[in-house]
Each structure stands twice: as C-alpha cells, then as structure tokens.
C-alpha cells in the first residue's frame, strides 16, 4: 500500500487532517514520569493512547530522541514499534531532514525505511536530484522535501530572488519537472498565500504543513489554500500545543474539529 493510498483511508476513518508531532522533552514532561525506566516512551505511548482516533499520522522528529544518545533512540524504535503494532494504520513520518551526497543518502534512506520502518521522511532538496533519488527509490513511501519552512526567519534565504522569482520558488518549479508520485511538499502553514501558490503547481501532491499550534499560524487560511479538490491531500502537524496541552486530547480534537471546520 502506497503512503498516499494509506493516508486517504486513515483521513477517512478518523475524518482529520491533523498529524501530532512526537518532539518529548524530557524537561517538559511531569516530573513523576520522568522516575519512569523509559519516561520518553511513556510519555509518548500516553499522547498516542488519548489521540489516535484523531489523527491522520504522527510524526516523532529525531532530534528530540538523538538529543538522548543511544537511550533516546532506544526510545524512538519503542514508540514506532508501539504504533506499527497497536496502529498499523496510522502513517508514520519521520522528521530527519536529511540532505547528503548519493552514497550517504542511500544509507539515510536505508536507515528510515529499512531500520525506523517510516512511512514517510522530510528531505532537504537543496542538493539536487541525485540526492533524493535513493529515497525515491522506495516506491510505497513518501519523500517530503522542504520548500519553505514555517520558521520566522525562512524568508532570509527562501525568499532570495533570481529571475525575478523567490527562491522557493524556483525549487518547487524544478521539483514539479522531476514528476515523481511519491514527492511530498514541506510548505509552513504560517504562510498561506504561498501555500496556495504551492498547491496551484502541486494540485494532487500531499503535503506537510506545520504552525497552526504554538505558531499561531491563521487556520482558516491556511486550510483553505492548503487542500486539494477533495478537500484534502495536506497534513497539519502540531507539537508542543497538543503534547504539552493539559489536556492533550481535549487540544487534538479542538485542533482536528477547527481545521474540519473549514474543509468543506
């Protein structure tokens, strides 16, 4: 099964387009959990538990899991094992952001797919084809490649012209040329009109949005320039404001409810 044709059937059943990002701190979480032997892990397995009839995937960010060495990858391989066996049907992207030449690229990718068993990676494509086609390779797993990112300072290179045109830009018209089905598209929700002009030159493409949570990103435009013609095809990641919500259920199914509200 294609991560497009797996994503369309967990969209349908829990009706959302939102994806919780699994980013623990182990200096954020309650301190009573943190005396736990894997508190990482449980934190994680407790956010999973309350939400997963709300989500369209998850997606961990590997930073937060390396940032504890070996232990903290231990945890990592736990919470994916958890959610391949209690919810097979919920994609799993992996936010590693890699970039490197061929050789070391094909062990990235061996790495994601073979060892973490992801259902989708982001990637950086600023080093050209060659680079991503060792992901590419795996034909049943989705390729995000980041356009233009949702962080405040973005548009200091992103948005560099060169033919008159941003420099985003120029990459995603280079991108749409490669015409591969499993390329995904990275673009901050925190910028809607170029959401929009993204999803112009990639109208059947999924994509991974993100600042609709702790960057205050305006979800009613975003959602809109966002979707497709069947009023999907894009994931709306949220971290810290669900994760570290009081409530994390209560948040996500705010969060998935708002964002439903201006789909149709």
């Known amino acids: 099964m294609s991560f497009k044709q797996k994503l369309e059937k967990i969209v349908k059943k829990n009706n959302s387009l939102l994806c919780v ?21 449980e934190y994680n397995k407790k956010i999973i538990d309350a939400t997963n009839d709300l989500v369209c995937s998850y997606k961990p960010n590997i930073a937060f899991y390396e940032a504890y060495g070996i232990e903290g990858l231990k945890s990592l391989k ?5 959610l ?22 094909k062990m990235y990718a061996k790495a994601v797919f073979y060892y973490w068993k992801a259902d989708a ?40 012209k060169a033919d008159s045109k941003p420099y ?6 280079i991108v749409k040329r490669w015409n591969f089905d499993n ?22 493409s999924i ?20 979707i497709d013609e069947n009023k999907s095809s894009i994931i709306f990641n949220a971290s810290r404001s669900i994760i570290y919500a009081k409530d994390p259920r209560q948040e996500a199914r705010k969060l998935r409810d708002e964002i439903n509200k201006y789909r149709w």
């Open 183 to 204: 390329i995904g598209i990275f673009i901050g929700a925190t910028y809607p009109k170029t959401l929009e002009e993204l999803r112009t030159l990639f109208p059947t």
């Open 78 to 82: 736990k919470t994916i094992d958890y």
């Open 84 to 105: 391949k066996s209690n919810f097979k049907d919920i994609p799993i992207i992996l936010d590693a952001k890699r970039g490197d030449v061929p050789n070391t690229a």
């Open 168 to 173: 985003y830009l120029n990459v995603a018209q």
């Open 121 to 160: 990676v982001t990637v950086n494509p600023i080093l050209g084809l060659d680079t991503i086609k060792p992901f590419l390779e795996y034909k049943d797993r989705l390729i995000i490649l980041l356009i233009k990112t949702s962080n405040t300072d973005a548009k200091m290179f992103q948005d560099i």
């Open 21 to 41: 990002g699994l980013d623990t701190d182990l200096e954020k979480i309650p301190k009573k959990l943190a005396r736990n032997n894997d508190p990482i892990f």
């Open 207 to 226: 994509f991974l949005s993100a600042g609709l949570g702790a960057q205050s990103a305006d979800i009613k435009k975003a959602v809109k320039a966002g």
